[in-house]
């Protein structure tokens, strides 16, 4: 009886210790609160159980306001000075280094606060050790879920700038812009009344979606609208939260405004999860958020500047590389700025041509250049190129901004094996300086699944053993890096396409847009002191013009409507139809390009331009209009016409476009009959000739010993079930399709008589017509389009900017009347118990949504729409320049 005893006692300790150390294994923590919880607990069929929480109260969601709620715009805005020694009052300030970075999770601090150096002893993923591919506007891999923290420490710079080298903000006379505003009439009593009863509705929605954020987000990067819960994309310091701040003040919501910077003042920028700032995102929300509300704010919160310098202190570490070009996605941690890195040698154009305007307006500021020479080296590099692209005047989407020339070698078209053979150099991290063949693996043959398809570079393989490593080849990855970064030889170069693709896309859409939207921002914040943004944006608008327009064939012949094609180049193609593929579509990040040519047409005096800036906002509001849901769809293609003036609507070019392999599939289903037919021939044939030796004298062992079993490799139900034989016209059952003569034994095994012949029913290949119909309702297809890529709508701002910037250019109130008919469709389809989600199909009524809301709902698409409504000399465009996220940024006199 003592030993069962001690038996159970040592059980008991043994279950107590192993709990013990896997709560402190995975990052668990006690302290006297939990012993105290734990000792609270009450039991209930002898299992301990946790107080549950008590449910948060769900606020119901508003009515519209009603028409009393009078709009009370805040205090005139007046411009803010340059000096940063602002004696006008603030809220209080704490010093950064003692800030708390914001709680990501519900334990109290469950797990330290670790250097970077204790996040380099764990193993890297292959994309994180070498860095990561840029993948355009708003794709950022999640937050990790390890919880782990890192630390930043201001870095010992590795290619420092001397003084005198610095690029300074442009000096000299500012010219006279152009007015860009129209002149607007006089309002009638009843319009105005229209207008504000619309301006609140839009800012009720806005407060609606902002409170779910409030009540479920704060002080994460996203409130999740559907699960009421949160995310953190965008490095977890509250992107919604700063990306909204201009928004609340512009919208009259002070005490909202002022609770929200008390927050932003206490979030710390030196620490994360994620061990890569994603710099685009960051630069365009954060730091824009900042500039722009204190901007609008008429610099009455110096702290919104102070946080703003106290992030791009830790961005302009991204700009630390040999030829200055940035780090897009920038390893940040203490153990990674150590050593010095290249530039990628695959980034998003847009990810690297889309800083100029932020830390422009911060240099002009805070008066430290430094955040100018930054982007004036990308600017300086571009103009360099833009002549001597594949299409002059544009840049391909994707660049190689290391400044180190790649080997060209074979790729794997030309290598019969489909490898590639000895390369001269192999890139060993793109954001390193490393240009020599790493030491390991010379004369190595790497297949094509060896190269990581995520950051386009090659895998290391270890060819040497580990006691024959040299002493260097021994050193772990970043010293090694380091050994290689300065003793390379690097055949310089400016930006180039990126290494070893076999084509170059140009677009004006995803992944280039935001370049090409900032030049005449540019021109217009400088005041045109600086000449290149006038030359550079010139140049780009004529060979859009010139090749991207087009004019989709609609059944409304008396709308004139313009989108931008893509175009794919692969010069070294040997097929003529290889080297020249145009893509027809109709996207929604290209959206922006109507207001781009009408701030254009303005700011340097291009009449016909505003044309093109009218028909190209129209065909985005068509693209609304022609969706059952009238939100429009992410990606699709549509028919072209030939040209840009006359295009008459015609259903069999249409059909044609959706059935363009009529022969071919004919050709293909012929194809297929005529083999399956010898199959079935030769199958028969086998089972006649085994019948007849059975009936000669073989003994039979059982009932079905008279059936032969058909075995062929198209058995598998290929050949005899209806997936092969059914006629595409009229799909019939499993049970019709099976041949007349097929039976079944008692274990449901199929056998045929042998006494009758196989026989083959052909395949029928559907009719032009029915093809094209079934199209059209299978893949659920309005009129003049021939695919849709991508169906979900994630409450993108670019068509209604386009709209606001027509409306503010022109003072044609129909922009106001299309702009509130989008309003209304994408309210309808995306509102959510606490907020707004995005739209999974805008195709299906059946109001499917997303578990997502993007910061930019509330910084940019509701922005807009109630600037669109507000009085037209709130943020004027004559005193402000909006980034590419929506955020105001004032013009320095």
Not at 150 to 177: C, M, V
Not at 223 to 236: A, E, I, L
Not at 311 to 323: K, Q, R, S, V, Y
Not at 857 to 865: G, I, N
Request: net charge negative; aromatic share 8%; proline share 7%.
């Amino acid at each position: 009886m003592f030993g069962m005893r001690r038996c159970r006692l040592f059980l008991l300790v043994a279950a107590l210790s192993a709990g013990t150390i896997y709560w402190l294994s995975t990052g668990g923590s006690w302290n006297i609160d939990d012993l105290e919880q734990l000792g609270k607990e009450t039991f209930k069929h002898g299992i301990p159980q946790r107080p549950s929480l008590p449910d948060q109260a769900v606020e119901p969601i508003l009515p519209p306001p009603p028409a009393d709620d009078i709009l009370k715009p805040v205090d005139p805005l007046r411009r803010p000075e340059t000096k940063t020694n602002s004696k006008s009052v603030s809220l209080p300030t704490s010093t950064t280094d003692n800030a708390q970075p914001a709680s990501t999770s519900t334990h109290k601090q469950t797990k330290p606060t670790t250097a970077g150096e204790e996040l380099l002893g764990a193993a890297p993923k292959f994309e994180d050790e070498f860095g990561e591919e840029g993948s355009g506007r708003f794709v950022v891999e999640p937050e990790p879920t390890d919880g782990r923290r890192s630390r930043w420490q201001r870095p010992k710079a590795h290619f420092p700038l001397p003084e005198q080298e610095i690029i300074s903000l442009p000096t000299g006379t500012p010219k006279k812009l152009p007015k860009i505003q129209a002149t607007f009439g006089t309002e009638t009593s009843n319009m105005r009344q229209e207008r504000l009863s619309k301006l609140r509705t839009i800012r009720w929605a806005f407060k609606h979606a902002w409170r779910g954020y409030q009540q479920y987000g704060i002080p994460h990067d996203e409130v999740k609208p559907v699960s009421k819960s949160h995310q953190n994309p965008f490095m977890g310091w509250g992107a919604t939260l700063v990306d909204t701040l201009d928004t609340l003040w512009i919208m009259g919501l002070k005490e909202e405004f002022e609770e929200a910077v008390a927050k932003v003042e206490k979030i710390d920028f030196k620490t994360s999860t994620r061990k890569d700032i994603p710099l685009f995102e960051t630069v365009i929300r954060y730091l824009g958020g900042l500039i722009a509300a204190y901007d609008v704010s008429a610099a009455k919160y110096p702290v919104l500047l102070e946080k703003a310098e106290e992030l791009a202190e830790i961005l302009m570490g991204a700009f630390d590389t040999p030829n200055r070009m940035p780090m897009t996605f920038y390893n940040w941690a203490p153990s990674y700025t150590s050593q010095p890195h290249r530039a990628n040698a695959h980034v998003v154009m847009s990810e690297l041509g889309s800083l100029s305007v932020e830390m422009t307006r911060l240099a002009q500021i805070s008066g430290k250049h430094e955040y100018y020479d930054a982007i004036a080296r990308i600017t300086d590099e571009l103009e360099k190129w833009q002549p001597n692209t594949l299409i002059p005047g544009l840049w391909p989407l994707k660049v190689d901004a290391s400044g180190c020339k790649k080997p060209e070698h074979s790729t794997a078209d030309d290598e019969e094996d489909g490898t590639i053979k000895k390369p001269v150099l192999i890139e060993v991290e793109d954001n390193d300086v490393s240009g020599e063949e790493p030491a390991g693996i010379s004369g190595k043959t790497l297949s094509r699944k060896d190269k990581n398809t995520r950051s386009g570079t090659v895998r290391r393989e270890a060819a040497a053993e580990p006691d024959q490593l040299t002493k260097d080849e021994r050193l772990p990855p970043l010293q090694k890096i380091s050994q290689e970064v300065l003793r390379v030889e690097c055949t310089p170069q400016g930006l180039a396409p990126e290494p070893h693709a076999k084509a170059q896309t140009f677009g004006i859409g995803g992944q280039a847009d935001s370049t090409y939207e900032y030049l005449p921002k540019m021109h217009a914040l400088l005041r045109g002191r600086s000449k290149q943004y006038e030359s550079m944006y010139l140049g780009s608008a004529k060979a859009i013009r010139d090749h991207l327009l087009f004019r989709p064939m609609i059944k409304d012949k008396n709308r004139e409507i313009l989108f931008a094609a893509s175009y794919e180049l692969n010069p070294k193609a040997k097929s003529a139809k290889k080297r020249e593929d145009i893509t027809y579509e109709v996207t929604h990040l290209s959206c922006f390009i109507g207001g781009m040519f009408g701030l254009g047409a303005k700011l340097f005096g291009i009449e016909d331009d505003m044309k093109l800036a009218k028909q190209l906002t129209d065909g985005c509001v068509w693209a609304y209009e022609s969706m059952p849901t009238g939100v429009m769809a992410e990606k699709a293609a549509v028919v072209p016409c030939p040209d840009l003036d006359v295009c008459e609507w015609n259903q069999v070019k249409w059909h044609e476009a959706l059935d363009p392999q009529t022969e071919e599939r004919f050709a293909a289903v012929q194809a297929w009959n005529k083999n399956q037919r010898s199959v079935y021939e030769k199958s028969s044939k086998a089972a006649m000739n085994d019948a007849s030796i059975d009936q000669e004298g073989v003994p039979s062992t059982g009932p079905a010993s008279d059936k032969i079993r058909v075995e062929t490799k198209y058995e598998k139900r290929d050949a005899l079930d209806a997936k092969s034989i059914r006629d595409e016209t009229n799909r019939p059952s499993k049970t019709s399709a099976r041949l007349d003569f097929e039976e079944e034994d008692d274990s449901g095994q199929s056998y045929v008589d042998a006494s009758t012949p196989l026989s083959f029913v052909p395949k029928v290949a559907l009719s032009h017509e029915k093809y094209v119909q079934s199209r059209i309702q299978e893949e659920r297809l309005p009129s003049s389009y021939t695919k849709i890529f991508d169906r979900h709508y994630g409450l993108r701002p670019e068509a209604i900017e386009s709209v606001f910037y027509m409306y503010r250019l022109t003072g044609d109130n129909t922009w106001r009347q299309k702009g509130w008919k989008m309003f209304e469709a994408v309210q309808r389809a995306t509102q959510t118990e606490i907020a707004n989600a995005a739209m999974k199909d805008v195709t299906s009524n059946l109001g499917e949504l997303d578990d997502k809301m993007e910061s930019f709902w509330l910084a940019e698409t509701l922005k807009y729409f109630y600037l669109l409504f507000d009085e037209p000399e709130h943020i004027s465009l004559d005193e402000y320049v909006l980034n590419t996220e929506a955020h105001p940024f004032l013009i320095p006199n």
